[in-house]
């Protein structure tokens, strides 16, 4: 159509104002689109947890434990339907730069509870055979290349000492969000080390992972679990899984709100830029758009045209932008996997930044569209160039 | 002879639009560039003013931090009786034994809960930390269910409050007093009596020995001999050096962030710059051949055009400045990772901020216009003074 | 010997004020007068004597402050900002001292601009343009953009625009104002020729005496009033 055609000529006839500005675009755009995966990234936690599981804990905070006497009560509340139990420890792999999640569990109740966890039959039973052995996720095993059979050594911190586990099988996600970075352990490894060298912190849990019956009865089962320990010498908080994933978050709520603000001011940022060329291109216009007046374009034409070319320079940096986001997640994901294991673009994610592209098309054009549309031809005339 | 600057400043003032939304994209840039610096300026303070270069830390080893730690009443009495512990005026070493846990505490106005440090205090402990001060209230009495908190608790946490109570252990605990703690970690704490806190817990060991050395130089001394020790199986670390540590991870998170942040904007505000300038230097196509014929060297022109990029950065920069200092308004509170502990800290302005945010602007405006300066200055008389 | 006809232009007690600060200046004072189809009148005047102005008037792109233009049947000081649009694309001509070329559209398509108002199809466009464009003889640099075109050959493109929509009227602004002597005597005699051959109407604004000449009526404008001067 003509008018594409004037659109695209008009916003390529300067070709280094419009490129800056494409590329303005085009980095804020890759910026916001980072931020809002990162901020989606912590989140993460939470669309991996599900309704159906329910935590129990120390009431007064992760630090304490629970006795493992509890499981046996907590079994006979009605709507339990299976139970595990386990104890963040905290190890270290060779030096604190190599984080990862590792926890004693019940092996055999836990996996029960996380189907979500695939592993395959036989390293399955090896694993359930060998107290001393482990289950690490995938992408973990493969970033320290570790094999079955291996021995890992983790350097305790909660629970002193170096202890040694053997790998005995490597666990896939069910799905994309699950997380493969974990290695899980025997509880029994645990509780009988501790019993051996300091007793008084044996037959302890720090948390108790309960399955319901049915979805809808999570509240009360809650509920009914925390009311049985009350007034005893631990109590309990209990709560699903997807809320306590939550509380966490919560905790590191400041920060998270900080980057969404500043992944906004981005955009702002670039509004900024993008109105001051097009605030510029359509003064230096302002007698061609006379001139077309004149001829019989209407207002709506000049519009259309001031506003079209702000929304081609701005969709351009856009898609460059959007398009850049892949390949910057990848390098993510590889130089800085301490920090994001995962680091994966969500399509909710691209069609945001072609929104906020088409927003900082629609900004920038607003004054300069409005400038230009109304100009009267007799002033427009007599400005020339 | 050069170009007069109010050449460039008047040139700036004709096109008021371009000229003010160039410099707003540069006021952003700058607030967040000032913003970052004076995050990560008021966690620095608060670590280093937590804890003194002369107080040694003990804790068991590997443990990551105090709430991971546990130190057996017989090694805490080994420790008290070392020769480089300070002996206080009273006579008695200047060393306390303490007891660190966390709890979860609902937050003034929200339900939302946090972990907050609890630590069990005894009789050395104010003496070794004297950024610490009682301002209202009294200390708690011995063996009664009494507990004082750190400002920042008083003022943030339901029951914090002179007066009011906190639930934990089963009990009920008054807030009986007020402790300001300035900036360090301490104001995030609630203290009280570390054997009230143990029965309550029942926890039977410590968390930590905190002790005055008796001569600086002697700390190298006593933690090589205290870790060598494979009894005790203990660390020592300088209490200044501990606390920085706890909160390495977070202020280089913070610090990695914000400057890639900072660098990304600065693309856009430098790339918003040159736009501008391009467009001046276009738009005064005669005017600078007719300077030129009129014998100014091409040094000056490059001169005033850079020049009149600065002033559109130095007016940025003042505007981003002015901005960023209302954030010292703001108090940060977050959960630090490494301990699970919440932290609280502000932005704190100081003149380096000030300075550095301004030359950054600067060089943002002169990144901005160089080239469209450097075009400016190449142009050939001629062409310039027939272009229309 | 002249057969009567209803004129194509009247204009009756035309009043046009401009602010300046707070003084009002009256550029056009009680302005009457016909224009008979087929005419090529010049307007001439010294500077500030309000010409343009009167030709913007007629022309439809200004709006008079009291007084009353016709341009064949039509009012069009009654007309709304909308329908002055939509009239002057299919009445009036317009040719400027500068050309007013679109920089980024070819000959071609500078002088389609105008038809993409009606609605002709692709190739009866295509079929006017072509027209205009042999008319003004610059077919041979259709696809040629106004930067690769002399000033002449530019001002003969923006003839061919101002006529392919076949309007009633065409308007020029000192057409010959930014040419050599060589490219005006052109343009002139292709507007002389619109007159003869085509039967156009052309009310030009000029301060140049040899453009004046070529005209068939020539009025004076001074101080926004009109005298009359037979050429």
């Given at each position: 159509m003509f008018f594409l055609k004037l659109l695209f000529r008009n916003a390529f006839r300067h070709k280094l104002r419009t490129t800056l500005t494409v590329v303005g675009v085009a980095i804020a755009i890759l910026a916001f689109g980072l931020l809002r995966t990162l901020v989606g990234l912590w989140y993460l936690g939470v669309e991996r947890s599900s309704a159906t599981r329910l935590v129990t804990r120390n009431a007064i905070s992760l630090v304490f434990t629970l006795p493992i006497s509890y499981k046996d009560r907590i079994l006979?509340?009605?709507?339990?339907k299976s139970i595990s139990y386990g104890n963040w420890f905290g190890g270290i792999y060779a030096?604190?730069?190599h984080f990862f999640a590792n926890y004693a569990v019940e092996p055999r109740s836990y996996l029960e509870l996380y189907p979500e966890f695939v592993l395959p039959p036989d390293q399955k039973a090896a694993f359930l055979r060998d107290r001393k052995g482990c289950i690490v996720g995938a992408k973990l095993a493969e970033l320290h290349k570790w094999k079955l059979g291996d021995i890992i050594t983790l350097k305790g911190t909660i629970f002193p000492g170096q202890w040694e586990f053997v790998l005995r099988a490597i666990y896939k996600g069910a799905?994309?969000?699950?997380?493969?970075r974990a290695l899980m352990f025997h509880w029994d490894y645990l509780n009988e080390t501790m019993k051996k060298t300091?007793?008084?912190?044996?037959?302890?849990?720090?948390f108790y992972m309960i399955g319901v019956t049915?979805?809808?009865l999570a509240p009360e089962v809650a509920v009914e679990i925390d009311r049985t320990f009350k007034n005893s010498l631990a109590e309990t908080m209990t709560e699903t899984e997807r809320a306590f994933q939550l509380g966490f978050i919560s905790m590191t709520e400041a920060i998270l709100i900080a980057i969404q603000i500043v992944s906004y001011v981005v955009i702002v940022i670039i509004m900024v830029v993008a109105a001051n060329t097009m605030a510029m291109t359509a003064r230096e216009r302002i007698s061609e758009y006379a001139t077309f007046k004149t001829i019989g374009f209407g207002k709506w034409h000049i519009g259309g045209i001031v506003f079209g070319e702000s929304l081609v320079i701005a969709m351009t940096g856009g898609i460059i932008g959007a398009l850049l986001t892949f390949p910057a997640a990848r390098w993510f994901e590889v130089e800085l996997s301490q920090y994001f294991p995962v680091f994966s673009v969500s399509p909710f994610t691209i069609y945001l930044d072609l929104l906020a592209a088409m927003g900082i098309g629609v900004v920038a054009a607003v004054f300069p569209t409005w400038r230009s549309a109304t100009i009267r031809i007799v002033e427009g005339l007599r400005r020339i160039g | 002879m050069g170009i007069p600057y109010s050449y460039s400043i008047r040139n700036l003032l004709t096109r008021k639009l371009t000229t003010v939304l160039t410099a707003l994209g540069m006021a952003l840039v700058v607030f967040v560039f000032a913003a970052t610096l004076m995050l990560s300026e008021g966690l620095r303070k608060t670590l280093v003013d937590?804890?003194?270069?002369d107080n040694v830390v003990v804790i068991?080893?590997?443990?990551?931090?105090e709430v991971q730690s546990g130190v057996e009443r017989l090694k805490a009495s080994i420790i008290e009786t070392q020769p480089e512990v300070a002996i206080g005026e009273n006579g008695e070493p200047l060393l306390a034994k303490e007891l660190v846990v966390l709890i979860n505490l609902p937050k003034r106005g929200s339900s939302k809960p946090a972990n907050v440090v609890i630590r069990g205090i005894g009789a050395g402990s104010l003496l070794l930390r004297p950024?610490?001060?009682?301002?209202e209230g009294r200390m708690p009495k011995p063996g009664s269910a009494e507990v004082i908190a750190g400002g920042s608790i008083a003022k943030r946490?339901?029951?914090?409050?002179?007066g009011e109570t906190v639930r934990f252990g089963m009990r009920d605990w008054t807030v009986v007093g007020i402790f300001d703690a300035g900036n360090?970690?301490?104001?995030s704490e609630i203290w009280g009596d570390v054997d009230q806190l143990m029965q309550a817990f029942r926890?039977?060991?410590?968390?930590s020995v905190i002790f005055r050395l008796?001569?600086?130089?002697e700390f190298e001394g006593f933690k090589t001999r205290i870790e060598g020790d494979p009894r005790l199986s203990l660390e020592a670390k300088r209490e200044k050096i501990f606390y920085a540590e706890q909160s390495e991870g977070m202020a280089k998170f913070l610090n990695i962030l914000g400057m890639t942040l900072t660098v990304i904007f600065s693309l856009g505000a430098v790339i918003g710059a040159m736009i501008t300038m391009y467009a001046a230097v276009a738009n005064r196509v005669t005017e600078i051949g007719t300077l030129r014929a009129l014998g100014f060297q091409k040094g000056s022109i490059l001169a005033t055009f850079v020049l009149e990029s600065l002033f559109l950065g130095f007016i940025g920069g003042c505007i981003g400045i002015f901005f960023a200092?209302?954030?010292?308004?703001i108090t940060i509170s977050t959960?630090?990772?490494?301990?699970f502990a919440e932290l609280a800290f502000s932005f704190t302005l100081t003149p380096d901020i000030t300075g550095k945010s301004l030359a950054f602007s600067l060089i943002m405006g002169f990144a901005g216009g160089l080239l469209p300066a450097v075009r400016a200055s190449r142009m050939s008389i001629v062409e310039a003074l027939r272009a229309t | 010997m002249e057969v009567p006809r209803q004129p194509i232009v009247e204009i009756k007690n035309l009043n046009k004020t401009y602010r300046r600060g707070s003084q009002v200046i009256s550029v056009l004072n009680d302005i009457t007068f016909d224009i008979e189809e087929g005419e090529f009148l010049a307007l001439m005047g010294p500077?500030?004597?309000g010409k343009t102005t009167l030709l913007n008037l007629i022309a439809g792109i200004d709006k008079p402050d009291s007084g009353s233009v016709r341009v064949g049947e039509v009012?069009?000081?009654?007309?709304?900002e909308t329908e002055l649009a939509r009239w002057r694309a299919s009445h009036v001509g317009f040719i400027f001292q500068f050309y007013n070329?679109?920089?980024?559209?070819?000959a071609f398509e500078n002088v389609e601009l105008p038809l993409?108002?009606?609605?002709?199809s692709r190739r009866e466009r295509r079929e006017h343009v072509e027209t205009a464009l042999y008319a003004v003889n610059l077919s041979d640099r259709m696809d040629h953009y106004p930067s690769q075109l002399s000033g002449g050959q530019q001002q003969r493109v923006a003839i061919a625009r101002a006529v392919v929509a076949d309007p009633t009227i065409l308007v020029a602004d000192?057409?010959?104002?930014?040419?050599?002597r060589v490219s005006a005597r052109e343009i002139l005699d292709l507007m002389e020729r619109l007159v003869h051959e085509l039967g156009k109407t052309i009310i030009m604004v000029t301060h140049d005496p040899r453009a004046a000449e070529k005209a068939h009526m020539v009025r004076n404008l001074d101080k926004g009033v009109l005298n009359n001067v037979l050429s």
């Open positions: 006979q509340i009605r709507g339990v030096d604190e730069k799905d994309k969000s699950t997380e493969e300091v007793p008084r912190r044996a037959d302890q849990v720090g049915n979805k809808d | 937590t804890g003194s270069y068991r080893k590997a443990a990551n931090s950024q610490v001060r009682l301002v946490f339901q029951g914090g409050g002179i360090t970690g301490f104001s926890r039977p060991v410590y968390s008796r001569d600086s130089t200092s209302f954030m010292q308004l959960m630090n990772w490494q301990t | 500077s500030g004597s009012e069009i000081t009654s007309l709304s070329l679109i920089p980024v559209l070819t993409l108002l009606t609605g002709l000192e057409p010959t104002g930014d040419l050599d």
